[in-house]
T-cell receptor
């Protein structure tokens, strides 16, 4: 069975600073990989996904993620964080081409002014 | 487009009562809907998958008699927590897909507190 590890429970950055949220997955074959964002009182919103092809994936809101098979990682990055980016971020992996992913426990992003 | 709503957003009930949570796809027909449970500071756990007009498929360890799921139309699925107990207190999130497979669109969640 597939699994996802998000090693950081909280990440604090200053507004305007760069951001990297870590995600490692466990799955035997090529996975489907997702990043979602959850703001308080709102549902999860898909930021980006990787199925195949170019390992650097561009998403919405200026986010990108890079699939590194050798490291079983799919880290999320943003060059300059805005206060509105403060939220909970979930990495997820779908096995066997599934859109029904297994979620990591989430990383809470705190943005200081 | 692709908006999913949930009602209520918060509910508090007494132990032993039943609570119904609605999940609606507002601007699309959802062939498949999913119900998740989220504990504080933990990931979302898939409880069940429901297809319109058929019985829900429950994940291992989820009591189907306790968590009743009805997907009566292409825009509405309901989750009823029967005989709720404090340990059922949680954040329940639904999602919906437009077609077979495909991206899930998530509702805002329902906070259930059982006293």
């Amino acid at each position: 069975a597939q699994s996802v590890t998000q090693p950081d429970i909280h990440i604090t950055v200053s507004e305007g600073a760069s951001l990297e949220l870590r995600c490692n997955y466990s799955y035997g074959a090529t996975p489907y990989l997702f990043w979602y964002v959850q703001s308080p009182g709102q549902g999860l919103q898909l930021l980006l996904k990787y199925f195949s092809g170019d390992t650097l994936v561009q998403g919405i809101k200026g986010f990108e993620a890079e699939f590194k098979r050798s490291q079983s990682s799919f880290n999320l990055r943003k060059p300059s964080v805005h206060w509105s980016d403060a939220a909970e971020y979930f990495c997820a992996v779908g096995a066997g081409g599934s859109y029904i992913p297994t979620f990591g426990r989430g990383t809470s992003l705190i943005v200081h002014p | 487009g692709a908006v999913v709503s949930q009602h209520p957003s918060r509910v508090i009930c007494k132990s032993g009562t039943s609570v119904k949570i609605e999940c609606r796809s507002l601007d699309f027909q959802a062939t498949t809907m999913f119900w998740y449970r989220q504990f504080p500071k933990q990931s979302l756990m898939l409880m069940a998958t429901s297809n319109e007009g058929s019985k829900a498929t429950y994940e291992q360890g989820v009591e189907k008699d306790k968590f009743l799921i009805n997907h009566a139309s292409l825009t509405l699925s309901t989750l009823t927590v029967t005989s709720a107990h404090p340990e059922d207190s949680s954040f329940y999130i639904c999602s919906a897909t437009r077609g077979s497979g495909g991206e899930q669109f998530f509702g805002p969640g329902t906070r259930l507190t059982v006293l």
